[in-house]
């Protein structure tokens, strides 16, 4: 009896041995800025992303992770898994001149992660806010940052606006002229090789491409000399252009010995944004809407944990769900207020999703430029009111000169009462609207989203600051003004 005991304790200790003994990964976790559907070789073979296509191949592509329709809202999600419209983040994206930043009495991932022992480091866009000091990266969890504060600046001379835009840690840097990727490749490499391999690091990548304004190096776009439009030419080769910064890093974890150990995540921000360039195509619209081209990220997982390679993923995942998910791949406990749901063992071992419903966004300030609210439960989405700028299905090489700026109140009236169902399942290009057919699901949705839209933080989209002016310090977009 004691010798069937011994067997039975010793069989529980094995099967659990390699949750107890494993260490936890390091983990890099990739944004790519405006980076559309149909902007990645292993969807579309036209486009050259050796170094994606492989790592994604490696593990699984998330065929249904989504994020929100612009910049801030995503990574204020990425960082805090909590829904942007109860951050007062939903209205578009934090301006340089404004007075705000993504809410401080929310904790930040890396926060989380330095708890667990983890070294971390931020490399390129912030765009969460920067009129104070603590509202930064080195005073919201990260031991290290290089890059800019902004949600874009030229990529050779490091400004926007006015201003001179570019950090190491809190030391404002001038430019070289040297094209932005290549800086933010560098400094990965470098803190990979000093890196101390035996403790655990969190690298959060957030690249300035595939973001406007359209720049690259001539060798990169020469590449696509076949493509019409210049402006899709240069797109391609800015995609290009990160996609051999990836290589590099990818590289530079291989040399150090780590990479067998590193978990890799990566995900776009929103989808492309038609005017500059970038394609969703077949889905439906595109950046600054609520449309699936806007809000269907290019993304994938691999590496370190993840059981599954060469597989795509079917389950549902949302922006919030990666602040709880990577925690838990970390090692640690996840709060379970959080609207973030802990994903890791679904990812790791490709099971089902833990996700059935979600946000898109909800946005009260009118007009709402990027889209007014929309809901996902099961395979049913609607749409309420404005989606948003770009409404149709545009083909890559399709010329678009409209600019989501330029909506008013005017453009989004039409809609003020108008519904749109979409069964995703069966439609995933949103090409039938289903709402006059099924007034039942409609209304069932509607009513789920009023349960959120009840807990809605009024928008926080202050009017421009005179005190934030580059002038007042040396040339540089420089916190201390609010």
């Known amino acids: 009896m004691e010798t069937s005991v011994s067997v039975f304790v010793f069989c529980i200790f094995i099967h659990f041995l390699p949750y107890v003994s494993a260490k936890p990964p390091h983990i ?17 073979p036209s486009v050259l992303t050796p170094n994606i296509d492989k790592l994604a191949r490696s593990g699984m592509i998330l065929n249904s992770s989504y994020v929100m329709p612009v910049c801030t809202p995503s990574r204020n999600s990425f960082m805090t898994g909590q829904y942007a419209f109860k951050s007062g983040l939903q209205h578009i994206v934090i301006l340089p001149q404004q007075a705000t930043c993504a809410p401080l009495n929310n904790t930040f991932l890396p926060q989380k992660l330095k708890e667990l022992g983890y070294a971390t480091h931020a490399i390129g866009k912030w765009h969460l806010g920067f009129c104070k ?3 930064t990266p080195t005073y919201r969890g990260f031991d290290t940052f290089y890059g800019y504060y902004n949600g874009a600046e030229d990529y050779y001379n490091l400004s926007i606006a006015g201003g001179k835009d570019f950090r190491d840690n809190r030391t404002p840097v001038n430019a070289t002229g040297e094209y932005s990727t290549i800086l933010y490749a560098r400094r990965a490499e470098s803190i990979i090789k000093d890196h101390d391999a035996s403790k655990p690091m969190y690298m959060y990548l957030p690249f300035q491409s595939v973001h406007e304004p359209l720049q690259v190096p001539q060798k990169y776009s020469d590449i696509y000399s076949k493509v ?34 590193t978990l890799i995540v990566f995900t776009a921000d929103n989808g492309g944004w038609i005017t500059y360039a970038g394609n969703n195509y077949p889905l439906r619209g595109g950046k600054t809407t609520v449309f699936e081209g806007g809000t ?20 549902m995942i949302h922006a919030v769900d990666w602040m709880p998910t990577v925690l838990s791949a970390a090692g640690g406990t996840p709060d379970p207020t959080l609207d973030g749901i802990d994903q890791w063992d ?29 809901i996902r439960m099961g395979d049913y989405k609607l749409i309420d009111g404005y989606p948003g700028a770009f409404q149709d299905w545009y083909k890559p090489d399709q010329v678009v000169s409209d600019l989501y700026e330029d909506v008013s109140l005017n453009d989004t009236r039409p809609f003020f009462d108008k519904m749109m169902l979409f069964n995703l399942k069966d439609d995933p290009n949103e090409h039938v609207d289903l709402s006059k057919k099924h007034p039942d699901i409609v209304k069932k949705l509607k009513s789920r989203l009023e349960y959120y839209h009840k807990q809605i933080v009024p928008a926080n989209f202050p009017k421009n600051s005179a005190s934030s002016a580059p002038t007042n310090y040396g040339g540089f977009w420089t916190p201390g003004w609010c």
């Open 346 to 374: 679904s990812l790791r071992t490709a099971g089902e999703s833990k996700r059935t419903e979600f946000i898109y966004n909800i946005d009260d300030l009118r007009p709402e430029i990027c889209g007014h609210a929309a």
């Open 28 to 44: 890099v976790f990739i944004v790519a800025d405006d980076y559309g559907w149909n902007d990645v070789g292993f969807r579309n």
């Open 296 to 315: 269907r990220a290019t993304a994938f997982v691999s590496g370190a944990g993840i059981q599954k390679s060469n597989y795509v993923y079917p389950g």
């Open 228 to 261: 019409h439009t210049e402006s899709r030419r240069t797109y391609l080769g800015m995609v290009t252009a990160m996609d051999e910064a990836i290589g590099n890093i990818t590289k530079a974890l291989k040399t150090k010995g780590m990479f067998n150990d």
């Open 133 to 135: 000091w603590e509202c």
